[in-house]
């Protein structure tokens, strides 16, 4: 990544005419890099930039991207949906690490980012044993049109990039997906609110 933010910006777009099924709304921003893609090794900004560079070169020579790996996921359980998605390449192979919904429990998988083959066995954990901010995060998931792979699509055409990660975020009482973007040399962060999310 440039250590030059220069190129970054923060804007609202429309989004009625770039996909039918799309998202009402996009915010686009790159004020700061994304904590999911922070290195947590030390506080240093030369070292949290060099890690996020590494982390984008093992993303670029993938050849599975994320709208892949969601439906491979989705795939092992008829009807499932993904409510959380991650490009991981800080060990071994490059992997996608994937939570499904189905059946009142979150799935999770991990996907060869290379080869799109299941690593190892799946886990599933109860709704129940969740606590009570992301039980009400996929419950609103589960009644709203859209689904992460949408809102993927939208961010990855909004922020002219391809996206690394994505996922549930809810803030004034509002569920948004949370869309992290590699543009150019850039992460940018594309906050998506879909139609009748508002207030679950």
Known sequence: MSASRSGMYGLAIALSGLLVAAPARAIVSA????????????????ADRQAVSRE???????????????????????????ADISFDGGSGV???????LHNDRIWRHTINAATGEVIGGEAALPLAELDHEDRSN????????????????????????KAISGGLVR???RLNFAIVVISGDDLKEVILEPPGARGK
């Open 56 to 82: 984008i070169e093992r993303f670029r020579s993938t050849s599975i991207s994320i709208s892949q790996a969601m439906a491979i996921a989705e795939a092992r359980h008829a009807g499932a949906t993904t």
């Open 171 to 173: 803030e004034g009482g």
């Open 94 to 100: 490059p992997v996608y690490r994937v939570k499904t």
């Open 31 to 46: 004020d700061s890099t994304p904590t999911i893609l922070h290195s947590e090794t030390d506080g240093d900004a030369t």
């Open 138 to 161: 996929l419950a609103a998931l589960g009644t709203i049109r859209h689904r992460l792979a949408d809102a993927v699509r939208v961010a990855e055409r909004a922020a002219s990039g």
